[in-house]
């Protein structure tokens, strides 16, 4: 669609709800300069994120869609998701946990699946981890995680596995990306207080107490030879997972 189309869409809608520019402006939490210019099509000098709150405010929306040749965009994200589930799955197997991998679960109604699954048998901790190569829906990724969480003992139970601790832990592929959003959204993830080095440690070695929720930016594994250069990234510096401090 034409950025002046756009532009003139969101004029339109602001005018059918009988709302001021500054009002609009308002309701979105951006500037009043910046809807004046996206009212006129001058998208090119803001942020994706201030259009998405523009359209918002007068009741529309903004969908993005990226294509790429031969429409193998989710195979590409679905091979860095599936490196980082299996470095992570061995990396803690080595470690002493008892990992599964894609747990589905239907627990009176919830349904869903848990990337990973492990347990600690010496203390009795157990983990429901996520993992994420990009950061979309934030909200949606820690409702859908705290439901994981209240059902990990349940899940546990089935396994024989003695839970005396549930922790959520959320694994997001390193990148300047992902580190803008987390910034972005800082205390959305305040629950979660291991983190970096000291989530690694604790991880070789859960100690109670357990934490809150553990948070680590992890790099992607160099691709096997053979393998293209997958999902646009250019620079991959270690062979396991390495936590990042955030």
Not at 16 to 39: K, N
Not at 65 to 83: E, Y
Request: include cysteine.
């Amino acid at each position: 669609m034409r950025h002046d189309t756009i532009g003139r869409g969101l004029r339109a809608l602001r005018h059918r709800r009988g709302l001021r520019q500054r009002d609009a402006a308002a309701r979105a939490g951006i500037a009043r300069s910046v809807l004046t210019d996206l009212e006129a099509g001058r998208l090119g000098t803001h942020s994706v994120d201030a259009l998405v709150r523009a359209a918002t405010s007068v009741g529309g929306s903004i969908r993005l869609q990226l294509s790429v040749p031969g429409g193998d965009l989710h195979r590409l994200l679905d091979a860095d998701h599936a490196r980082l589930q299996a470095d992570w799955k061995a990396w803690l197997a080595r470690a002493g946990w008892t990992v599964e991998a894609e747990v589905t679960f239907n627990h009176y109604g919830e349904r869903g699946s848990i990337d990973l699954f492990a347990w600690y048998p010496a203390t009795g901790a157990c983990l429901v981890i996520e993992l994420k190569t990009v950061l979309v829906d934030i909200q949606d990724l820690l409702a859908g995680l705290d439901r994981k969480e209240r059902i990990g003992r349940s899940l546990a139970s089935e396994r024989g596995w003695r839970a005396i601790s549930v922790v959520p832990v959320l694994l997001v592929a390193e990148g300047s990306t992902a580190r803008r959003r987390l910034a972005e959204h800082a205390s959305l993830f305040e629950r979660f207080d291991l983190r970096g080095r000291t989530a690694l440690s604790w991880l070789r070695q859960p100690i109670a107490p357990a934490p809150r929720g553990v948070l680590c930016l992890t790099q992607l594994s160099r691709a096997r030879p053979g393998d293209r250069r997958r999902a646009g990234r250019q620079r991959i510096r270690s062979d396991r997972p390495r936590p990042r401090s955030v």
